[in-house]
Nanobody
Framework: QVQLVESGGGSVQAGGSLRLSCAASARTFSTYAMGWFRQAPGKEREFVAGISWGGGSTNYTDSVKGRFTISRDDVKKLVYLQMNSLKPEDTAVYYC?????????????????WGQGTQVTVSS
């Protein structure tokens, strides 16, 4: 069982930055690949960024490439999402999730554990 708790959300103006954190409870955290997803009102949950176990591989959805950076600290059992140059369309609830199996970054059903989400609001 893995418990995930996100923090760091808030309200910022367009062009601003936020850093989201996800704290994990799993003793074997380092063996999980981690992902960040987001869900805006009336829209499906979408993949934002992912990082492999060990941190050697990352993946981003096209709309955030060059603006967002995912990273992990396996000692502290934390995953981060640094978000720069934020846009109003980045407004959503952001979730972190973990998985051990599967070949796709974006398939939500491959992620076994999810956090409760943190709200990010970007105003123009």
């Amino acid at each position: 069982q893995v418990q995930l708790v996100e923090s760091g959300g808030g309200s910022v103006q367009a062009g601003g930055s936020l850093r989201l954190s996800c704290a994990a409870s799993a003793r074997t955290f380092s063996t999980y690949a981690m992902g960040w997803f987001r869900q805006a009102p009336g829209k499906e949950r979408e993949f934002v960024a992912g990082i492999s176990w060990g941190g050697g591989s990352t993946n981003y959805t096209d709309s955030v490439k060059g603006r967002f950076t995912i990273s992990r600290d396996d000692v502290k059992k934390l995953v981060y999402l640094q978000m720069n140059s934020l846009k109003p369309e980045d407004t959503a609830v952001y979730y972190c999730a973990s998985k051990r199996y599967g070949s796709s970054w974006s398939r939500t059903y491959e992620y076994a554990y999810w956090g409760q989400g943190t709200q990010v609001t970007v105003s123009s």
